[in-house]
């Protein structure tokens, strides 16, 4: 096969770090081409850099075998490369069809041609299998649909090279399959895909080939039949990664928390709790798996203060907590993990420093008398944090919003454990982390629960669940629709409760298996 | 009761309050374009005098009403120029960059008039835009006493809402307005110039507002006279805070507010102290927005400068 693209000696820097340092990378024309590697080590940095987004301060990209010049997204567009972002680059207000063909839009002498337009999108969207209501506005529709629309937004622009930047961070494994599906379908009609992931599992699956790069350089490239897991993450880590969690037997103690009967709407007013007992114990891992969606990011804005409970009980060792505010709460010694690290768990316009400590920063010692800040002390407290959870650069003045993904990712969590909650909710903990961060946070949680945390876990991925939980609770529609401690569950078990269980039956339509009966 | 109502709302107290709308409705477009690119734009008010006294000078000199209509125009859009250059480039911040217009355009306006026409307070008079009356409207009964005979540029204020309207939600450059004012980064992700676009949609902006200015110096009235916009500016903002950024929600808050002046003026014939009357239309507006239009989401990138990389 033929060089689609070659990239040669790339090289980017950013203040106080080298993003991508002197890249050389073969693209073949028609391979689905994987791009893993630590967070931070310069993914998005090469692929914002192909696409026009940033440029690059050495280095020359040949396309075709021509050398190009790409200053400008609408360059990129213009040569046929299309790019989804790791933060999708939507216009909320507008609607899903609107965004397909802003900056192309067909028109007759400035006026959009809604009709045509239309007609088209859904084309695409058949022809292609990619599912998605052009009418609705973006606001309004699920995170797979929004991935859908940004694929089609590539494809309406004939993009014949498709940069995808961890697309299944966010995708439930059901639309990551689809996903693969749809990546499959477009290489056979000789598209060219460059898929970032931090999963080795969909390395293996889909691609043909593999880079792996570790801090801006690259490692090296594979053919994906002759490569393995465990030399994948020794090439992303530089060292053996275990890729399973090392945990003693819980040690419960006394009951801490305990909701009871908690009902919840959303923002829009529509019940998504329906009646939900949970109970955990000191020195226990509590996981809720569930298919996104299913109430459980409203359970744990309740219990957070971040919703209003309609009915039902929320209890800290004994104390009810269901009418305080997000900040009594936390005064309370909860730490919270939010799942949307961009909406709750940081101010992406601070720095590191403050960022740090966020909800604390109005106790001592990071405040004096008279309310001054203690610029010392908080200075302290990011420096340590920074070198304990390793988060890079370690530069703890720089804005958090030009840290990667899974150093934003890092730095949550090392505010929330760094102030020995007695009880803890981690909603996606590892959402978008490399395998080595998600080994260090792993190894965090469970330490935290040693030290006699009460701890509810809410997390997509089954792995996560199995590995960390001791108890295991399944979430069906606002529901607790099983529990089991975690030597009785297994994958299959619980994917069949995800579904509904037995309820489904009735309803027919599902492809999966049926559980365990 | 009904002597009251029918005191208050009849046929010329109507005619009036569009009068006194027209101004509002002019620069309330201009806000709506500059905010729907992202930049605030607190100069309206100084773009509006601007426009004024450039439309009374121009007049002045040539004699010809209508080419102080493009020299308004023209002022009220070098004016946006200069919010776009501090506001968009240099990335002042936008209430900074609007205010110095503002006091700019008070003190240059009260200065030229001195220095040109050796007076104080108001300048000379000057020719003005025609009255017209529309022939079959304005025999219809009820509509014809209020909207058959004004000036043009009443009739041209509402035509611009209408265009404005397209504009935004028709044609592509619209959309592409839009998406720079909601998502600067997604706009640019697919090509569009973020900053040519807030740049043209910051001078058109400026332009509206001086046809604005235009219309109180050489239509409404045919002189200038010291800061004679008067607030306006800052009312037209409301009137598209009011109408969520929209061209008819504007027109509707501009007419409300120009009904409530209207209003304030037959009240001072009753004989109610005029300096509590003239409250009246400031009243309004502040319990209109606090009140009425509930949460108004502003477009989201509102006030932020864009940063490439
Ligand atoms: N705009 C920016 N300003 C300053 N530094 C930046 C900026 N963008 C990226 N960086 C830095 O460049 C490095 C590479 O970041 P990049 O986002 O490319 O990582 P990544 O491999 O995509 O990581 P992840 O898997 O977490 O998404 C990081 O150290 C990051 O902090
Ligand atoms: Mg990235």
Redesign the pocket.
């Known amino acids: 096969m033929q060089n689609i693209l070659e990239l040669k000696n790339i090289t980017k820097r950013?203040?106080g770090?080298v993003?991508n340092d002197k890249i050389s990378l073969d693209i073949r024309a028609g391979e689905i081409h994987a791009l893993v590697?630590?967070?931070?080590?310069?993914?998005?940095?090469?692929m914002n850099i192909l696409y026009g987004l940033y440029n690059a301060d050495e280095g020359e990209i040949f396309l075709r075998g021509e050398k190009t010049k790409i200053t400008e997204p609408r360059q990129a567009i213009d040569h046929g490369i299309g790019m989804v972002f790791?933060h999708f680059m939507l216009v909320e207000p507008l609607t899903v069809f609107e965004n397909v063909i802003l900056g192309s839009e067909p028109q007759k002498r400035g006026f959009i041609d809604f009709r045509g337009a239309e007609k088209e999108v859904a084309r695409l969207s058949r022809e292609y299998g990619l599912r998605v209501e052009t009418g609705a506005r973006v606001e309004d529709i699920s995170v797979g649909q929004q991935q859908r629309l940004e694929i089609l937004k590539a494809l309406y622009r004939k993009a014949d090279i498709l940069i995808l930047d961890?697309p299944t961070a966010v995708l439930t494994p059901q639309e990551t399959e689809e996903l693969f599906g749809v990546m499959r379908n477009l290489k056979e009609q000789g598209t060219t895909i460059i898929f970032i992931t931090?999963k080795i599992r969909e390395v293996l699956e889909i691609s043909d080939r593999v880079s792996v790069?570790r801090r801006?350089k690259l490692v090296g490239t594979k053919n994906t039949s002759e490569t393995d897991r465990p030399e994948l993450a020794e090439m992303m880590v530089g060292r053996e990664v275990l890729l399973r969690v090392e945990k003693e037997k819980a040690q419960p103690g006394e009951k801490v928390f305990s909701v009871s009967d908690l009902e919840v709407r959303d923002q829009r007013g529509t019940k998504r709790v329906k009646g939900v007992s949970l109970e955990i114990r000191e020195g226990e891992i509590l996981g809720i798996a569930g298919v996104e969606g299913n109430g459980q990011q409203e359970m744990v804005e309740a219990i957070t203060g971040l919703l209003r409970a309609d009915k039902g009980k929320i209890t800290l060792e004994g104390k009810e907590l269901q009418n305080l505010n997000a900040m009594q709460i936390k005064k309370k010694r909860i730490g919270y993990i939010p799942e949307d690290r961009h909406k709750r768990g940081l101010i992406l316009d601070f720095n590191v420093a403050d960022n740090m400590i966020l909800g604390f920063h109005t106790e001592p010692p990071f405040v004096q008398r008279f309310f001054i800040r203690d610029e010392r002390a908080i200075k302290e407290n990011a420096g340590r944090l920074v070198e304990e959870y390793d988060v890079?650069?370690p530069n703890i003045q720089q804005q958090v919003s030009?840290?990667?993904?899974?150093?934003q990712q890092k730095i949550v969590a090392a505010r929330e454990f760094s102030r020995k909650p007695k009880f803890l909710i981690c909603s996606q903990p590892t959402r978008?982390l490399?395998i080595g961060a998600i080994e260090f946070i792993h190894k965090q949680v469970i330490d935290q629960r040693d030290k006699g945390a009460a701890i509810l876990l809410v997390s997509a991925e089954l792995d996560e669940i199995l590995s960390l939980s001791d108890r295991i609770a399944v979430m069906y529609e606002g529901r607790i629709v099983g529990e089991m401690p975690v030597e009785e569950a297994d994958e299959k078990k619980l994917g069949s409760l995800m579904l509904g269980g037995e309820a489904r039956k009735d309803r027919g339509g599902d492809t999966v298996e049926t559980g365990t009966e | 009761m009904w002597d009251y109502l029918v005191y208050f709302v009849n046929a010329t107290v109507l005619a009036a309050a569009l009068r006194m709308a027209t101004p509002l409705i002019l620069t309330s477009m201009g806000g709506i374009f500059a905010e729907r690119s992202g930049v605030i734009n607190i100069g309206l008010e100084g773009m509006m005098l601007v426009g004024a006294f450039t439309g009374m000078l121009t007049s002045y000199f040539t004699g010809q009403p209508w080419l102080g209509l493009i020299g308004a125009l023209l002022a009220g859009a070098l004016m946006g120029l200069v919010h776009a250059v501090a506001s968009v480039t240099y990335k002042v911040n936008q209430v900074v960059s609007g205010t110095a217009i503002n006091i700019f355009a008070g003190g240059v306006t009260v200065f030229l008039l001195r220095w040109i026409f050796d007076v104080a307070g108001t300048s000379p008079a000057v020719s003005r835009l025609p009255v017209v009356t529309i022939p079959l409207i304005n025999r219809i009964p009820l509509i014809g006493p209020i909207f058959g005979t004004h000036n043009i540029m009443v009739y041209m204020a509402l035509i611009i809402v209408v265009l404005v309207h397209i504009f935004l939600f028709r044609t592509v450059w619209g959309l592409r307005l839009r998406s720079v004012g909601e998502h600067p980064k997604a706009a640019d992700t697919v090509g569009i110039n973020v900053f040519l676009t807030r740049y043209l949609a910051v001078i058109v902006s400026g332009a509206m507002a001086g046809l604005g200015g235009a219309y109180l110096s050489i239509a409404h009235l045919s002189r200038f006279g010291d800061q004679m916009t008067a607030g306006r500016g800052f009312i037209a903002l409301a009137a598209m805070i009011f109408g969520k950024w929209t061209p008819f929600g504007a027109l509707g808050a501009s007419l409300l507010f120009g009904f409530a002046n209207a209003v304030q003026m037959r009240l001072q014939e009753l004989g109610i102290p005029s300096q509590f009357v003239q409250m009246v239309p400031y009243i309004l507006t502040m319990v209109a927005l606090a009140g009425f239009i509930g949460r108004a989401t502003p477009p989201k990138a509102i006030g932020k400068p864009y940063e490439k990389?």
């Open positions: 950013f203040p770090v993003a590697g630590e967070n931070g080590s310069g993914k998005s940095t090469l790791q961890e931090h790069l801006g890079r650069p030009t840290f990667s993904g899974g150093n978008g490399d | 990389e």
